[in-house]
Structures are given as structure tokens and as C-alpha cells.
């Protein structure tokens, strides 16, 4: 069975076009459409000028070389040609209208009343309450490294664990990486900051870290600066001190086990799910269906006093405004300023542009600008008030909506994600990836296609929400999985044993 819901209609089912917002230039094929094919979509009825691919643009008005091109109601770009109604709208014709870093205005819009009028969602899950008060999704023994020399150690350890503690805990899972030696500044900043965040997860119930001994992070002074691990729950040795390094590991991992299986499922509300939101590959369909349908996701989490976490910096040039308005406070704004500003900059330093996106993938799925991608990847935050901004490597500080600093990367923003405080990670895919992160990661497909061809990877198909069930009945069921991912149930990645970590590099390797 490959989702939550009853498949979605074929594609010859489905309306041939699809206009986001009224102020429109352009519509979106909702499946493959011929030359030639007219299409009416209310106020405009085009004759189609060329083959459009499924996910693809046309253009629903005459449109002048030089003038702004709208989807979502914004600018995605500028048209490089005069552009004819029913014409393909792609690389050819269209292209972005970022350069470098802005000076913004502090111009809040206030709190949306959609946001606010939506009912509180009273339904519980059964988690996991920490000593802390915060609640895990997930009870597992985590085995972390302060430099990958130990790496492959600490999946033996791992390996060996689990056939001997099976039942016992969720799981008993290592988390490997190349970094913590050789490091210099924000390099080894990033790797202790990340290893010390994950150390605190709630998803956790007991940590086994594994040193060397001889590396630059070295495991006293990751200790002293991670002053929220429960130390109850940790085990920590260095390979280099221990006659046997791997029955040394699987003797820790046995005093863990046999706290951590003491620990219960118990009913919590809703107000304790931290949820991460993350675009992988998009398509011409991430902001059709799968994003708007996490972003209400992040609307019914927050509005039930939860905690929902947005990322990908470069993926929101161009509609960072779009955030800035929702900030809470001048400060919020600021700190929305700070980060797109300097991840600008971080591109510029490198001598690379800062539309350095979309990918190939997103390219051959009808996305043609960062403009438009992030256009479509922001509706991944939903409505709700913008309340923090936390730098790469922090964890969450308070309930709502936060922007983590972190790259676009799959693996490196994910697991920021996780080092955050995300129980839960919301990851849409038009493309597709088998990966998983330390948090239960949900694969949500943008398109049906997707779903029905890759089952083994897709835990749910936002291609329902083309369907008469709407983005409302989508988003009735999306909610009622993550409530049972939450309460236990494996994701794809989990059952495939895909889990894993990775730390931003952006500095000189020794």
C-alpha cells in the first residue's frame, strides 16, 4: 500500500490546467497537453501554441520582453521575449530578477485572520515525555561521533546492538559524518553545535557518544558546552582509551537499553509536535499541492501551540517578504534581514550568484526561477506569525513558527531540522529520494505519478489534493498520518534503514 488514502484519479480524471492566484500570468499543466489543445479556465481561454509538459507553464496574456512575469501573485522572473497567450513559459523566455543582498523596509502585515478564526486541533498523540517536559516521537539509543575516525565504529556498535536489544527500544541507530578533525572557526563550530544538539533530542532516550580522543572536537569541551543532556541518559568514552572500543559501545548501549525500555507511550496533545518543514526535488506541482498542504500542516500545529521549524535560506530569495511581513516583532525582522542578507553574501564571497538554483531536476519539472521555486517552497510555513529566528546548530526557543538558518541541502538542512528540536519532518519531493534523517522524515509526493511509482519511498500523495478532495481533505488526512507517525508508526525511510546525518562544510580542511 503506498499512502494513507485511496488513490488518486488518473490523470485523464484530472481538470487539464491549474491557475494559483487570479492575478496570474501564467497556469499550470495538470497533465501532459498538445499543441493546438484549447483550454478555458474561466476568465481566460487560451489555444495552446506548442506541446506543454505536465508541471509546465503557459501563458494566459500577451506578455512584453522586460515585463514581470506572476504565479502565486508575485514576480517569478522576467520575461526575455515577447511571449504569446498559450505559449510554453520555461527557460527560454523567462528569466530571475535577483542579484544580490536588499535593504528591506519593517512593514509588519499583522496576524493573518484565517490563521487566527482556524480551530485549535484538540486530537493527541502518544509520545514519549522527557524529564525536560519535551516529548519524543520516537525511544531510541543514538550513537553520535565527534569525528568521523569512529564512524564506522560506532555502526558496528550499533549493528551488534540492535540484533542483541531488539524489542527493547524504537531502535538502536548510528549516526555517522567525516567532520570533527582538521577543522578551523565555523567549520568545528558547526559539527560540536550539531553532535551537541542532536545529544539533547527528545527522540533519544539515552545517547552514546564516541570520541577518538586525539580530534579537534574534542568530547570534554562538546560536554561542557551542551548543558541540556540528560546525563542520566548519556554514555561517553574515547576509542583511544578503551582496550576494546566495541565491546566497550555495546556495554554502554546495554546500560541505555535498560533505561530507556522503562519508558512508556503516553497521550499528548498536539501542542507538543515540533515539526520540520522541507522541500526535496520540487516540480511544477510542489506549490500546487504538497507544500500548501504542509503549510497547512504548520497552521493546525502552531495554531494548537505547537512548534513548526521553516529552513532553506536560499530557497526563500524572493519571497522573503513574504516572511518579513508575518515577523512578530521588529527584532524577528531583523533577524529574517540577517540571514537572507548574509547567506546572500556567503554566495557572493564564493563568487557564485545567488540564483544559483533551480536544480536540473527542478528545471525538467516545469520550475523555471528561484523566484518561482521559492514562491513555492514558502508556502511550506503557512499563515502563521513568524515568531524567532535561530542560527545554524540552535535549537528551538519558542512555541510557533521559527526560521532556521541552514542551506537547501536535503541532508544538511534536514538534519539542522532535527538538531533543532523536530520530532517530525515534513519532506516534500516532485522528484523523489529514498533518504531519511534522525527524525521520522514523511516523503510527500507532489504529484500521483510519483507516489504510484515509487511506494517504497513515499509515505503520502498530495495529488489527492487536485482531486474533489481538495486541499481540505488532503490536509484531513495528512494530520491523521502524522498523528500515528508520531504515535509510532515507520515512515518508508525507517522501514528502508534509511537514516542519516550531514553537517554543513563552508570552511578550510587542515
Avoid at 526561477?369 to 529566528?389: F, M, W, Y
Wanted: aromatic content about 6%; glycine content about 10%.
Amino acid at each position: 500500500m503506498s499512502c494513507v488514502q485511496p488513490p488518486a484519479p488518473l490523470h485523464d480524471e484530472l481538470p487539464p490546467a491549474h491557475i494559483v492566484d487570479p492575478a496570474d500570468d501564467v497556469a499550470i499543466a495538470v497533465k501532459a497537453l498538445e499543441a493546438g489543445t484549447r483550454i478555458d479556465l474561466g476568465a481566460h481561454s487560451v489555444t495552446l501554441l506548442s506541446d506543454i509538459p505536465r508541471g509546465h507553464k503557459f501563458a494566459l496574456r500577451p506578455l512584453r520582453a522586460g515585463e514581470a512575469v506572476r504565479k502565486y501573485g508575485w514576480p517569478i522572473g522576467v520575461a526575455t521575449a515577447s511571449i504569446d497567450p498559450g505559449a510554453h513559459v520555461h527557460s527560454h523566455n523567462l528569466a530571475t530578477g535577483l542579484s544580490g543582498t536588499l535593504s528591506y523596509q519593517y512593514a509588519p502585515a499583522g496576524t493573518d485572520a484565517a490563521w487566527t478564526a482556524m480551530p485549535r486541533p484538540d486530537q493527541s498523540f502518544m509520545g514519549y515525555r522527557r524529564a525536560d517536559g519535551r516529548v519524543g516521537t520516537r525511544n531510541e539509543i543514538w550513537i553520535l561521533c565527534t569525528v568521523g575516525c569512529v564512524s564506522r565504529t560506532a555502526e558496528r556498535i550499533a549493528t551488534l546492538a540492535s540484533q542483541r536489544f531488539a524489542g527493547k527500544v524504537d531502535g538502536v541507530v548510528a549516526f555517522p559524518h567525516p567532520f570533527g578533525c582538521s577543522q578551523l572557526g565555523d567549520d568545528l563550530a558547526h559539527t560540536k553545535s550539531i553532535i551537541a544538539a542532536l545529544a539533547q533530542h527528545p527522540n533519544a532516550g539515552g545517547v552514546l557518544l564516541l570520541g577518538l580522543g586525539c580530534e579537534s572536537n574534542q568530547l570534554d569541551k562538546l560536554l561542557r558546552d551542551a548543558p541540556g543532556i540528560d546525563r542520566s541518559r548519556l554514555r561517553a568514552f574515547t576509542a583511544q582509551a578503551s582496550s576494546d572500543e566495541v565491546e566497550d559501545g555495546i556495554h554502554a548501549v546495554a546500560e541505555l537499553v535498560e533505561i530507556a525500555a522503562g519508558d512508556a507511550r503516553v497521550p499528548c496533545p498536539a501542542s507538543d509536535l515540533v515539526i520540520g518543514l522541507k522541500c526535496g526535488g520540487s516540480d511544477g506541482f510542489s506549490g500546487l499541492t504538497a507544500n500548501p498542504l504542509v503549510g497547512r500542516m504548520a497552521d493546525r500545529v502552531t495554531a494548537a501551540g505547537g512548534s513548526a521549524i521553516l529552513t532553506e535560506i536560499p530557497e526563500i530569495f524572493g519571497a522573503e517578504e513574504l516572511l518579513m511581513r508575518r515577523a512578530v516583532d521588529e527584532t524577528v525582522f531583523d533577524g529574517v534581514v540577517s540571514v537572507v542578507n548574509g547567506f546572500k553574501q556567503y554566495f557572493l564571497d564564493h563568487n557564485q550568484p545567488v540564483y544559483e538554483n533551480p536544480s536540473p531536476g527542478n528545471i525538467a519539472g516545469g520550475i523555471t526561477t528561484l523566484e518561482e521555486k521559492s514562491l513555492g517552497a514558502v508556502q511550506k510555513g503557512g499563515r502563521a506569525p513568524l515568531c524567532d529566528v535561530i542560527a545554524y546548530g540552535q535549537q528551538r526557543r519558542v512555541k510557533g513558527l521559527t526560521l532556521l538558518e541552514a542551506p537547501g541541502n536535503d541532508g544538511v538542512s534536514s538534519t539542522a531540522l532535527t538538531a533543532a528540536g523536530a520530532t517530525v519532518i515534513l519532506f516534500t519531493t516532485g522528484r523523489g529520494t529514498p533518504l531519511g534523517f534522525p527524525a521520522p522524515t514523511l516523503k510527500i509526493a507532489s504529484n500521483s505519478a510519483l507516489a504510484r511509482q515509487k511506494p517504497n519511498w513515499i509515505d503520502f500523495d498530495a495529488g489527492l489534493a487536485l482531486t474533489d478532495a481538495g486541499l481540505d481533505g488532503a490536509a484531513d488526512a495528512m494530520w491523521s498520518l502524522i498523528l500515528d507517525t508520531a504515535s509510532g508508526k515507520e515512515t518508508r525511510a525507517e522501514k528502508n534503514g534509511q537514516r542519516e546525518i550531514a553537517i554543513w562544510k563552508n570552511g578550510v580542511t587542515l
